[in-house]
C-alpha cells in the first residue's frame, strides 16, 4: 500500500527524456549557472544528439534567458515567430508553420486552446512563464520514438525535477515591468498605469537519502500595454481586371454623371487593380494577467526505479478595449490615381458621398485560458541492459469569455455627416481624408452592435509504454507502444443587431458620453501620420456607459449582451494508437559511425460532430447587409480514419573528435486543422448584395505527410565555441487545398434582384445605389409581402426590413471546403556560430536560415492559390559579456517578408508580413552569490510592424507598439 501510494506521488525521471539520447546523457541533465554556460551546455545537448537538435538550457535553476518561450526560441537558427500584444506568441520552423509543429511538456502531447484562432493547433508559448523551465530542445529530425504532428520540428519543454538536483534550492525574484505602449493611448482604452509587478519563487529538495523529492514553483506576472493599428480591416474587393465592369470597378473617367470621376493612370485589358473595402483606425488597451505553478513529487523506492507525479497549471487573463474610427466605401461615383503595372494599386483613391456615417466604435471584452496537466511516471530498471518506462498524463487546455460583454465584441456609433472621402496610400500610413464633417449637425448615435460568445477546449489522454534494451556492447534496441485520444471542441455565437443607420437617435445619449480625441498622436513613428490632410477627429467614449445608454433607449437590453449558448458548435475527437521500433548501433570504423534506424506505425479514427445553424430567411436592414435569420440548430457527425507508417534513419560520422557529419531521413506527419474536418456547413450570418459565404469541413482528410532530408556538418573547435552548417529539404504532400463551390443552402430567397429591386431599377435607381432602391420600395411599396417599413432616418432616408419572398431569387453562397490536393517542396541551409573570445568575458552567437519554395502566391493571378504561410528568412546577432559579476547580452533578430495568409477580409488575396528586426538588451548583476538584480529592454528602437496585400500600396494594417522595460531582483537562498 505504500509503495502505491508512494509512486503515485512521483515524477519521472524519465519525463525528461523524450525523445532523444541526448536527455539520457548526464551534461543535458545538469542545470549549469551563468550565461556562458548556458550556451556550453545548449551546445552539449546539439553535439550528442541523434539527427538534427538544438536547444536552450536555462542559466540556472528558475532562470531561463528570456521571460517568454518563444522570445527565447527565436534565437534559434530556423525558428521565426509570431507576435500577439507585442509577445511571441506560436513558432515558425524550417518554414513550416504554427499549426505543424508538435509541442510537448516533458515528452508529453499538450492541448491547444486559443480563442483567436479557434480551429488551429499551433500551442500559444504566451501561457507559459519561463521560470519552471529547465531547457526547450528542439527536434529537426524525425525519429520513431516521436510523437507525431511536428513536421517543422518537435518541441520539448522540460521541467525542472528535483532529483536532478538533489538537496535544497530555493529562490525568490521580483520585477517591475513598464510597457511604454500604454502611455500612447486614448484615456477610454488606457490602463491607469503603466508599470506592473512580476513575481516568482521556486523551491526544491531532497530527503531521506535522495529518495524522496519536492519541487514547487510559481509566478505572477501582470502588464498592461497598448497597440495602435490602420488597417483595410475588410480588405480589397477585386482583384478586377481593367476592361471589366462590375460592382466595384472604377470609372473610366469623367462622365455627364460625375463630371469628377476622373483616373491618374488607369489599369487597361488585363491589367488587374483591388479598391479597398473601408479605412479604420483603431486604439487598443490590453491588460494582462499571468498564473503558472508547478507540483513535482518523486520518489525512488530502489535503485532500480524511479516514480514521478507532476501537476502543471497555467492562467492566461486579457482584458481589451478598443476605440476605433472608421469610414466605408460602397464603391459608388470615384476618383482614382493609381501605379504603374499590374497589380496595380491605388495612391488616392476618393468616392464621391453625402451625408454618410462616420463610424466610431468601441469595444470592452476579456478572455480567460486555463491549462492544466497531471502526469505520472515510472522507470523501471531491472538490470543494466533493460529500461522500461511507463508515462501517462490527462491534459487540457480551455479558452473562453471573462467577461459578461462576451469574448468579443463591437458597439458602432457614427455621425452620419461623411462627404466625400478619400484614402492616400503612397505611404506606409494609409491618411483617410473626409469633407463637410459635422458633428453638431449630425450627432453621435449608436447603431449597430455585435457581442460574440466563444469557447475552445482540448483535452489530450496519453499513455506510453517505451523500452530500451543494450545489446552487445554497442547497440541498443528502443521499441513502445502509444495511446493518444484528443479531444477538441470549439464553440461560438453572435448576438448582432444591423441597425448600422442608427439603432436610436442622438438625443438619447447626452454629450457628455463623447469624449474629443485626435488620430495623429497615437501613430508618430510611422512615415506619413504627419500628412495635414489627415482627418484627425473623432469622438472615444466608455464602452460599458454607452452600452447601457442603447439598452435602455433601445427597449431591447438582451441585445445587447452575449448569448448564453452557442450557435456553433465544433466537436471532434481522434484516437490514435502506435508503436514504433528503433535500433541505435556505434560502429567501430575508422571513422566512428553511429546510426538510428526505425519505424514507426500510427492508426487514426476521427469522429466530427457539429451543431449547424438552420437558416430561415434573409432580411434587407441597411444598404449592404442582408443578415441571414437562423432557426433551431441540429447535430450532424461525419467520420474517417487513416494510417501511416514512417521510417527514420539517423547517422553521424566522427570526422575528427571535434567534427562531426550527420545525415538524416526521415517521414513525418502534420494533422489536419479542427475547422477542415469538421461536420456539417456553417453559413455566415450576414449576407451582402453579391452573396453569402459559408464553410464545410472534411474530416476524412488524411494529414499532411513530409518526406525528409538533412545534411549537417558541425566544427566544436573550443569547449564553447562551434561551427555548423545544415542543410535540408522537405517533400510535402496532402495540404488540404481550400476551394469554393457555389451552393444554395437552405434554398433561402434574397431580395437582391427579385421583383421589387428591378423595378426601382427601371424608375432610374442605379444597380450600385442601394440607398435609391430601399427608399423606392419602402416608399412604392410599404405593405407589399416582406416589407415592414420604419421611420425615416435623420437624413430622410428610409428604414426597414426587406424578406425575401418566394418569388425572389435563391441566394448563392460560396462554400469553402477541403480536400487533399496540394502539395510543396522546400529547402533550405541553416548557419551557426557561436565563439566566446578566450577569457575576456565577451562572445557572440549568430545564426542565418535561408528558406525557399518554388510554390509562391502569384499577385498577378485571379481566384482562390495554394502557398505556403511563414515561410521566410531570418538571422540572430547576439553578443554577451559575463564576469563575476557582470553578465549582458544585446539580441539582435530579423525575420524576412513571409506570406502570412491567402485570405483577408474580402476573400482571395494574399498578406504578407513585411521584414522586422527588434533589438532587446539584458543587463545582469550578481551582488553576491545569492543576491543579483536584473534590467531588460524589449524592442528598445520601438519598431512598427506591417502587412500588405498585393503591392506595398495595399495595405492590410500597420501597427504601433512601444518599447517595454523590466528591471528586477533575484534571491537564492
Known amino acids: 500500500m505504500s509503495l502505491a501510494v508512494a509512486s503515485a506521488c512521483a515524477a519521472a525521471a524519465h519525463a525528461q527524456e523524450a525523445p532523444v539520447k541526448a536527455a539520457e546523457a548526464e551534461p543535458q541533465s545538469v542545470v549549469v549557472t551563468g550565461l556562458r554556460a548556458s550556451l556550453q551546455s545548449s551546445l552539449n545537448l546539439k553535439r550528442n544528439s541523434d539527427g538534427i537538435v538544438d536547444g536552450i538550457v536555462a542559466e540556472d535553476i528558475g532562470k531561463f534567458p528570456d521571460t517568454n518561450l518563444a522570445e527565447s526560441l527565436q534565437r534559434i537558427s530556423g525558428v521565426s515567430i509570431d507576435r500577439s500584444i507585442g509577445e511571441g506568441s506560436k513558432i515558425t520552423v524550417r518554414g513550416v508553420g504554427p499549426d505543424f509543429n508538435m509541442v510537448l511538456l516533458n515528452g508529453r502531447q499538450m492541448p491547444t486552446s486559443n480563442l483567436g484562432d479557434l480551429n488551429g493547433r499551433a500551442f500559444d508559448f504566451a501561457n507559459l512563464a519561463s521560470e519552471a523551465i529547465s531547457q526547450i530542445q528542439v527536434y529537426k529530425t524525425s525519429r520513431a520514438e516521436s510523437p507525431t504532428g511536428g513536421i517543422g520540428a518537435t518541441l520539448n519543454v522540460m521541467t525542472a525535477r528535483p532529483f536532478e538536483r538533489p538537496g535544497l534550492h530555493s529562490s525568490v525574484g521580483i520585477k517591475g515591468v513598464y510597457d511604454t505602449s500604454n502611455d500612447n493611448l486614448p484615456g477610454d482604452v488606457k490602463a ?41 480591416s475588410n480588405g480589397w474587393k477585386g482583384p478586377f481586371r481593367g476592361d471589366e465592369n462590375n460592382w466595384g470597378t472604377i470609372p473610366n473617367g469623367p462622365s455627364a454623371d460625375c463630371p469628377g470621376c476622373t483616373v491618374t493612370n488607369r489599369p487597361t485589358g488585363a491589367q488587374l487593380y483591388s479598391v479597398p473595402q473601408n479605412l479604420n483606425y483603431n486604439f487598443n488597451g490590453v491588460k494582462r494577467q499571468r498564473t503558472n505553478a508547478q507540483l513535482t513529487l518523486q520518489y525512488k523506492p530502489s535503485s532500480t526505479l524511479v516514480t514521478t507525479l507532476d501537476y502543471t497549471y497555467s492562467e492566461n487573463k486579457i482584458q481589451t478595449k478598443r476605440n476605433d474610427l472608421s469610414a466605408w466605401f460602397n464603391f459608388g461615383p470615384s476618383s482614382s490615381s493609381w501605379t504603374a503595372g499590374s497589380p496595380s494599386s491605388p495612391l488616392i483613391y476618393k468616392e464621391f458621398v453625402a451625408n454618410s456615417d462616420i463610424a466610431m466604435g468601441a469595444a470592452d471584452f476579456a478572455t480567460k485560458t486555463q491549462n492544466k496537466s497531471v502526469g505520472f511516471n515510472a522507470v523501471w530498471k531491472p538490470s543494466s541492459d533493460l529500461r522500461f518506462d511507463l508515462d501517462t498524463h490527462r491534459s487540457t487546455a480551455t479558452s473562453g469569455a471573462d467577461s459578461p460583454f462576451g469574448s468579443s465584441n463591437t458597439l458602432g456609433t457614427a455621425s452620419f455627416s461623411r462627404g466625400n472621402t478619400t484614402v492616400d496610400f503612397s505611404k506606409d500610413f494609409p491618411v483617410l481624408s473626409i469633407d463637410g464633417a459635422d458633428f453638431v449637425k449630425a450627432g453621435q448615435q449608436v447603431t449597430g452592435s455585435v457581442f460574440t460568445n466563444s469557447y475552445m477546449r482540448g483535452e489530450v489522454e496519453q499513455t506510453q509504454v517505451k523500452g530500451a ?21 470549439s464553440a461560438f455565437s453572435n448576438n448582432q443587431r444591423d441597425t448600422w443607420g442608427g439603432a436610436t437617435k442622438p438625443s438619447d445619449y447626452p454629450s457628455s458620453v463623447w469624449h474629443p480625441e ?24 466608455n464602452f460599458a456607459q454607452v452600452r447601457q445608454l442603447a439598452a435602455t433607449a433601445s427597449g431591447l437590453p438582451g441585445m445587447y449582451l452575449p448569448k448564453t449558448y452557442f450557435d456553433n458548435d465544433a466537436r471532434t475527437e481522434e484516437k490514435s494508437k502506435a508503436l514504433y521500433l528503433q535500433f541505435n548501433t556505434d560502429w567501430d570504423t575508422a571513422l566512428p559511425i553511429h546510426t538510428s534506424i526505425g519505424v514507426r506505425y500510427e492508426k487514426t479514427d476521427v469522429l466530427s460532430t457539429a451543431l449547424v445553424p438552420a437558416a430561415v430567411d434573409i432580411r434587407w436592414v441597411s444598404q449592404n447587409e442582408l443578415p441571414i435569420t437562423f432557426g433551431d440548430p441540429t447535430f450532424t457527425t461525419l467520420g474517417g480514419k487513416y494510417n501511416n507508417v ?10 575528427t573528435p571535434d567534427q562531426k557529419l550527420r545525415f538524416s531521413y526521415g517521414e513525418t506527419i502534420g494533422r489536419p486543422r479542427y475547422d477542415q474536418i469538421q461536420g456539417g456547413t456553417t453559413l455566415n450570418s450576414l449576407v451582402r448584395t453579391d452573396g453569402g459565404t459559408g464553410s464545410q469541413g472534411n474530416p476524412a482528410l488524411k494529414p499532411v505527410k513530409s518526406k525528409n532530408l538533412d545534411l549537417s556538418y558541425e566544427w566544436y573547435y573550443g569547449k564553447q565555441n562551434f ?21 444554395t443552402p437552405f434554398n433561402l430567397h434574397t431580395p437582391v434582384g427579385g421583383a421589387l429591386w428591378n ?52 441566394a448563392q453562397f460560396q462554400i469553402t471546403s477541403f480536400s487533399n490536393q496540394k502539395k510543396a517542396n522546400l529547402s533550405g541551409a541553416e548557419i551557426n556560430l557561436q565563439h566566446m573570445f578566450g577569457d575576456s568575458g565577451f562572445g557572440v552567437s549568430t545564426n542565418y536560415t535561408y528558406v525557399h519554395s518554388g510554390l509562391r502566391y502569384d499577385n498577378n493571378k485571379l481566384g482562390e492559390q ?25 539580441a539582435y533578430n530579423w525575420r524576412g517578408e513571409f506570406l502570412s495568409s491567402t485570405f483577408d477580409g474580402s476573400g482571395p488575396n494574399p498578406q504578407y508580413v513585411e521584414p522586422y528586426g527588434q533589438l532587446d538588451i ?3 548583476y550578481a551582488y553576491n552569490d545569492k543576491l543579483s538584480f536584473q534590467l531588460e529592454g524589449i524592442n528598445v528602437t520601438n519598431e512598427i510592424t506591417r502587412v500588405h496585400s498585393r503591392t506595398k500600396q495595399q495595405l492590410e494594417s500597420v501597427s504601433q507598439g512601444g518599447p517595454r522595460y523590466m528591471i528586477g531582483a533575484r534571491y537564492k537562498f
Open 192 to 232: 491607469s498605469r503603466s508599470a506592473t509587478p512580476e513575481v516568482s519563487g521556486l523551491y526544491s529538495n531532497t530527503f531521506a537519502d535522495n529518495t524522496f523529492g519536492v519541487a514547487l514553483t510559481g509566478s505572477y506576472q501582470e502588464r498592461n500595454l497598448g497597440y495602435n493599428t490602420a488597417a483595410v
Open 469 to 489: 534494451w543494450k545489446v552487445l556492447d554497442a547497440s541498443e534496441l528502443k521499441f513502445g507502444l502509444n495511446y493518444t485520444k484528443v479531444d477538441n471542441r
Open 518 to 541: 485626435t488620430v495623429r498622436q497615437y501613430f508618430d513613428q510611422i512615415g506619413g501620420s504627419n500628412n495635414a490632410n489627415l482627418f484627425n477627429n473623432f469622438y472615444t467614449f
Open 646 to 655: 514512417l521510417p527514420s534513419f539517423d547517422s553521424d560520422i566522427e570526422l
Open 723 to 743: 561551427v555548423s552548417l545544415g542543410l535540408f529539404k522537405k517533400n510535402l504532400e496532402n495540404y488540404a487545398g481550400q476551394s469554393r463551390i457555389i451552393a
Open 759 to 810: 423595378e426601382a431599377l427601371g424608375k432610374g435607381c442605379a444597380n450600385t445605389d442601394t440607398t435609391c432602391i430601399r427608399n423606392y420600395i419602402f416608399r412604392n411599396h410599404p405593405t407589399a409581402a416582406g416589407v415592414t417599413r420604419g421611420p425615416d432616418d435623420a437624413l430622410g432616408n428610409a428604414t426597414g426590413t426587406i424578406i425575401g419572398q418566394p418569388s425572389d431569387p435563391v
Open 866 to 890: 495554394f502557398a505556403l504561410v511563414g515561410l521566410s528568412n531570418s538571422y540572430n546577432v547576439i553578443g554577451i559579456y559575463e564576469d563575476k559579476k557582470w553578465t549582458s547580452r544585446v
Open 922 to 924: 539584458s543587463i545582469s
